[in-house]
């Protein structure tokens, strides 16, 4: 079982549309949790944290279950410029913070 | 300064060649790290450097070979790659490498390597 697990996707959804993203992580000790963001060809850019009782920022509302290892990601009213890959990341526990990514989900939002 | 900055941004090296990549930060972070990239791949973890010292090898060939010269720079020395070796080259920065809820990385831009 791959450490931490995304659906690749692709979804495609239209402007205005909400669409959430789910992931699952096998390690029951991992210690914090994100959302990047990665633009085709460009370097990962972190979307926002996600903390145990649930965070928004704007559009962005980000959710940890830890019974059941689960982090998911809705985002609301999608915008053109939402289009990206979003990754899943978990620091697994250890020694030294070590950031574990999923394999991403496309998204794409058309008009 | 928010940024990582790497350069250079595109590399293209032939199997004979040494070259080096190199990343710099100014935002007093402790940890620094290499991470190789393969296309519609996740970032895959090759080193960490924690206070200058290389506190994780994941197990990388020898071919690569990492340097901290001080608290701000971070090299990666490459000699006798392989065309499979092509990648975008990422370098990230966190405070320092403990745990710390909510603190994720910032990444440098990439350089692109073509191995050939």
């Known amino acids: 079982r791959k450490e931490v697990e995304q659906d690749p996707g692709p979804f495609n959804v239209p402007e205005g549309a909400t669409v959430a993203f789910n992931c699952t992580y096998s390690n029951s000790a991992s210690q914090s949790f994100f959302w990047y963001r990665q633009d085709c060809r460009k370097e990962p850019k972190l979307l926002m944290s996600v903390y145990s009782s649930g965070n928004e920022d704007g559009r962005f509302t980000a959710q940890l279950n830890r019974a059941s290892q689960y982090i998911s990601l809705l985002i609301r009213d999608s915008k053109l410029s939402d289009s990206a890959t979003y990754l899943c990341v978990v620091n697994l526990p250890g020694t030294a913070s070590k950031l574990t990514f999923g394999t991403g989900t496309r998204l794409q939002v058309t008009l | ?116």
């Open chain 2, 1 to 116: 300064d928010t940024e990582v900055t790497q350069t250079p941004k595109h590399l293209v090296m032939g199997m004979t060649n040494k070259k080096s990549l190199k990343c710099e930060q100014h935002m007093g972070h402790r940890a620094m790290y290499w991470y190789k990239q393969k296309a519609k791949k996740p970032p895959e973890l090759m080193f960490v450097y924690s206070y200058e010292k290389l506190s994780i090898n994941e197990s990388v060939p020898s071919r690569f070979s990492p340097e901290c010269p001080n608290s701000s720079l971070l090299n990666l020395h490459l000699h006798a790659l392989q065309p499979e070796d092509s990648a975008l080259y990422l370098c990230a920065s966190s405070q320092d490498s403990f745990f710390r809820p909510g603190h994720g990385y910032t990444f440098g831009s990439g350089t692109r390597l073509t191995v050939v």
